[in-house]
């Protein structure tokens, strides 16, 4: 998840000039033929300033250099592109960018909304999207008295340790949602859906750190009130530059682009056997990041969720789950084989760390890390039914540290991918150390981690034969 990416205050510096590893290479195999130059570093930072791919912010995001990288050396105009796990759609767009099919799975419908908004950005006539935001701009004006009344409310089941947003910026928010409510053109509406989602915790008491907190426990003072519709018509201004831009770099050529708002586990459902050239995507990381929670005011405020029982289905759904959803269970094991793997001996290890401390402890760890490698296993018989022979995927996913010790997800992924029939072609590393991550700045932190071992992101290669 190329950490935290897109929220630059937690973004992790990294080294300067990427160290290149190939674990095949330094196992003293040979690498791929095909592309076995490194890749670019596939750090979401950079995108914060690229047309399009600024619009979201996303703690998960990677870059789009990193994906032309990949689409420039794997793919051509005639190559449908599959991103299981598309985020704000970061694939997506440069698949478009390149000419290509592409398609996306992604299960939280705020970020599903981005990667759909954004890929097809460059259909939308930005002369009237212009229209809408001076519409817009005056509606504001005129509403921006003390003395208007809204005809909104804030969402019903949206409930906060201390109000989300102060009584002024909450005026203002539901002004533009009375806007928001006069937009027929689907199209444009969800430009402003996405505009309002894209910073609405700006202007809020809660910030990312890099989980979503209120601002007063992260030692910033409360916002009082805040400049709302101004950043929304700002961000909207943004979109139509970048609308004009994508229209006048896309190729001519029409190109397929299908989102699919639901778990990739559903494959079979939405995708043909055989289908796909080429794979680039990052799973969520073993660190708990929970997507979930921190787009909860956006999952309620654009009406994707009522209630906490509507999160139930996302969480179970969400690759390797949550912690939180399985550290009661007595014992959750690996439901496949992996002969020549230390994996089972790590979680065993992992199980025996803190006892004492209940579901705290290590088992409740282990429970949660067995859990991601039976998805780990799910992901890679995906992979293996999607592609055409002779595709590839490059998947980029981070190494964890749990309790104290480090889990190679990258080598552990690429074994199980082996398990399935791919063929791993290589890893490479090309960020030395990774900081930020929400699970190190959690209570499994220990120095002894720290010092003993680094975090790392790792693209694997993995090729069908
Ligand atoms: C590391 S992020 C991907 C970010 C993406 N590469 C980008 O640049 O925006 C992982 C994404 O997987 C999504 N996700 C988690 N479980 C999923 C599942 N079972 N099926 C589809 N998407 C899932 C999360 O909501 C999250 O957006």
Known sequence: MIVPKMMTSQLTAHASSPMQLSLLEANGQSAANNGSAAFNDPAFAGNKKLPVHRWVPWIAGFSSDFVRDVLERYANGNSTVLDPFSGVGTTLVESVLFGCNTCGFEINPYAALASRVKSHSHQINATLLDDYIERFKSFYAESARADYLPQSHPPKGFNTRSPFYSPKVLHKVLIFLDYLALIQAADIRDLFRLA??????????????????????????????????????RKLTEFSEDIRWFQAHKPQKETEIKIVEASFFEYEKYLAAGSIDLIITSPPYLNNYHYNRNTRPHLYWLDFVEQPGDFKNLEYANFGKYWQTVREQTRLELDFCLPDSDLPQKLELLRAQKPEKGIYGGNGWANYAAAYFNDCYKFVSGIQYALKPGGSALVVIGNSILQGILIPTDQYLGAIAQRVGLELVRIDIPRATRVGNSIIQSDVRTVKAKKSHQLYEAIVELRKV
């Open 196 to 233: 309002f989602a894209s910073t609405m915790v700006s202007y809020s008491n809660y910030s990312y750190e890099p989980s979503l907190g209120r601002r007063t426990s992260a030692g910033k003072s409360e916002l009082l009130d805040g400049l709302v519709g101004e950043v929304i018509a």
